[in-house]
Nanobody
């Protein structure tokens, strides 16, 4: 699976962005998808995950109530809606894919996109 993330940018605190991750190469429907982020000097951390049917989702405590993960299997795309952004949300955001759902460690995912930078100004 090849993954291409997009949608990052510069936004003021309190603003919103929608990140997209489009998959190609294999059957997208067969994969659970995850979003991670990595700020400078920090380890990559789990943000959200969604199972193949979109019936199950998970969010990190730090983003609950502000971020939403969704997917459109017809478009081979997973989305991460970022609302009420805070400066501490500044990071490179990565999408990832794996056959299993519920994974929260980066080393558990088999496929990764290249990342898209989100910068939140105060």
């Amino acid at each position: 699976v090849q993954l291409q993330a997009s949608g990052g940018g510069l936004v003021q605190a309190g603003g919103s962005l929608r990140l997209s991750c489009t998959a190609s190469g294999r059957n997208f429907v067969g994969y659970a998808m995850g979003w991670f982020r990595q700020a400078p000097g920090n380890e990559r951390e789990f943000v959200a995950a969604i199972n193949w049917s979109a019936r199950m989702t998970m969010l990190a405590d730090s983003v609950k109530g502000r971020f939403t993960i969704s997917r459109d299997n017809a478009k081979n795309t997973v989305y991460l809606q970022l609302n009420s952004l805070k400066p501490e949300d500044t990071a490179v955001y990565y999408c990832a894919a794996d056959k299993d759902y519920g994974l929260t460690r980066p080393d558990e995912y088999d496929y990764w996109g290249q990342g898209t930078l989100v910068t939140v100004s105060s």
